[in-house]
């Protein structure tokens, strides 16, 4: 177990929805992370968030938008949703904005009709 | 730019040796993991090593880094059924700290 939680696991919606996915980090971890893995890209980086302020940004569509909170929980919301978006995102989290162990959430699978 | 290669299936007997390698483009990557995902599950961390060094050990994992080759190895002594899963070998640097990873060794262990 990694301390890393994410909910929901799975989620099924139709195109043009917006969906939530809900991430909380390792208790202590500063540094939130969100990764989509899907078939054709593999594993992307999307974006960071390091004590409340984003970080990083990867590949992150702009119909995507993050953010984290006071209490350290994360949220990733997709809007506008095509079937391209169907993928597992993981959220992941470290203890501060280097390297070290980064550790994985079991993800939640998004599936869009 | 930032690069990391797999080889994409490997097959072992039960109780052989597996070697998974990995090859990266970017010469200030500072940590380098290893990471495994069994099917229908989320990421797993099995290791990671510095690069300023050489080799890692960890129980059944070793780690080798040939920095001048940018070459990276995940050896699992005594390779076991349960050990059958997608390896992912990733790289990042110390600040800006996005995982690049390689998509992924299949594991498949023989009994």
């Known amino acids: 177990d990694s301390g890393v939680t994410q909910t929901p696991k799975h989620l099924i919606t139709a195109t043009g929805q917006r969906v939530t996915l809900r991430c909380s980090p390792r208790s202590g971890d500063l540094s939130v992370y969100w990764y989509q893995q899907s078939l054709d890209q593999g594993l992307q980086f999307l974006i960071q968030y390091y004590n409340g302020e984003e970080r990083a940004k990867g590949n992150i569509l702009e119909r995507f938008s993050a953010q984290q909170f006071p209490d350290l929980h994360s949220e990733l919301n997709l809007s506008s949703l095509e079937l391209g978006d169907s993928a597992l995102y993981f959220c992941?989290?470290?203890?501060?904005?280097?390297?070290?162990?980064?550790?994985f959430g079991p993800g939640t699978r998004l599936t869009v009709t | 730019g930032e690069d990391v290669e797999q080889s994409l299936f490997l097959s072992v007997r039960e109780g052989d040796s597996s070697v998974i390698n990995c090859t990266y483009t970017?010469?200030?990557?500072?940590?380098l993991y290893w990471y495994k995902q069994e099917p229908g599950a989320g990421l797993q961390l099995l290791t990671y090593?510095?690069?300023?060094?050489d080799m890692k050990q960890d129980q059944r994992l070793t780690v080798l880094l040939n920095k001048k080759d940018k070459h990276l190895s995940l050896r699992i002594a005594d390779t076991q059924t349960g050990d059958s899963a997608i390896y992912f070998c990733?790289?990042?640097?110390?600040?800006?700290?996005?995982?690049?990873f390689g998509a992924g060794t299949i594991l498949r262990v023989k009994s």
């Open positions: 970017d010469s200030s990557s500072t940590y």
């Open positions: 990733a790289e990042s640097m110390l600040y800006g700290n996005k995982l690049v």
């Open positions: 090593i510095f690069s300023n060094m």
């Open positions: 992941a989290s470290s203890g501060g904005t280097g390297g070290t162990s980064i550790n």
